[in-house]
């Protein structure tokens, strides 16, 4: 991840019409625990310099920090205080070396952060302060329950336990029942956490992040109200029955894995194979079919595609629909636009790199 960004041939011309290079863009996901100042923090401002880096916290304090993503409360390098730091430095960074990459915190809801996203606002405003303009944006999405998912059974009774034990906002006690079930029934939440999330959020965290003098202390909050509706219906209502988004977004594990679905990638079960073994046009070409009936009844309700799963479903609607001539029209002039400006490059750069 920290060597330089790959030189890439694009499709694109220049004035004189001639091709010219461009970089390669990434982006950084992290939970934020590793990262030190000088081998991780200043390779990414100074050398990489990626379009963003979001930081995935889910929580308000350390308590919650420790019951969300499985750490001890005593361990040095993983604590809630430590991420904060490691925020701080990013910002720090980016601002001593002129840096123009995305700082953006995700947090997932659960009801373990009702009762601290407020915190979590404030800690985050107080760098925005000392760092104008460093931290760009919150997205809060809502947690979801698969099958073949990450959580952390073993937390389990520590969880119940802060739920149960709530002194900072009573109300919140009663979401101790679906919590369980969420965890040992994979039950998704009720929305009824989900409305008082956004309750909170509306009410409490906006008016603290985006309250400034200045345009640049200013933090953007992305809630997705439509993934908060579409994660708590019944599969008979949701829009989306079938996966059209997934062969245009594929997971490459570390070992050059090839997987099906970005959502559960990892999973052995949804492997195509190793792209250094085979390459990547015969993976997509048989990939699939070596997976047999295991994409059967195992996606959430959203995942990561979702905006893109409806979209694909709006517009499978329409060709099935009075508008299908005027949208097989507008689908064919995107296709041709994509094979002659875009598809030619973008597979001699997929070439290069691999």
Partial sequence: MYARRKL???NKESENGRNHPEWLS???????????HDDGIVKIARDIDPSFVR????????????LVHGTRPGETQVTFEKVLANIEGL????EHYGSSFRIDIGVLITPLILDNLLDLAYALKRIAFRYPGKLNSVAIRPAVWYRGGCWNQKGIAGCLRYLESNERRPEFRGFADCFRDFMSKGEQFPKSVFEKAEKIINEEVRPVLGASLLEANRIDVSLPKQRFDDVTKPASDRKCSLCLAAPLVRFVGPDTS?????????????????????????????????????????C???????????MF????????????????????????????RVALGLGRAIVDFI
């Fill in 300 to 310: 959430p309700p959203v995942c990561l595609l979702h905006e893109y799963n409806e």
């Fill in 313 to 340: 479903s709006n517009i499978d609607a329409h060709l099935k629909g009075d508008e299908n001539e005027r949208t097989q029209h507008e689908i064919d002039v995107a296709a041709e636009y994509f094979r002659e």
């Fill in 91 to 94: 910002a720090e960074a980016k």
């Fill in 8 to 10: 890439l041939w694009q």
């Fill in 26 to 36: 990434v982006g950084l996901f992290t939970n934020g625990q590793m990262l030190d």
């Fill in 258 to 298: 090839l997987y099906h679905c970005v959502e559960r990638a990892l999973n052995p079960m949804l492997r195509y194979g190793k792209l250094n073994e085979e390459g990547l046009k015969s993976l997509l070409a048989h990939g699939r079919q070596r997976l047999g009936g295991c994409l059967e009844n195992g």
């Fill in 55 to 66: 930081i995935s916290v889910n929580a308000g304090n350390s308590e919650v920090y420790s």
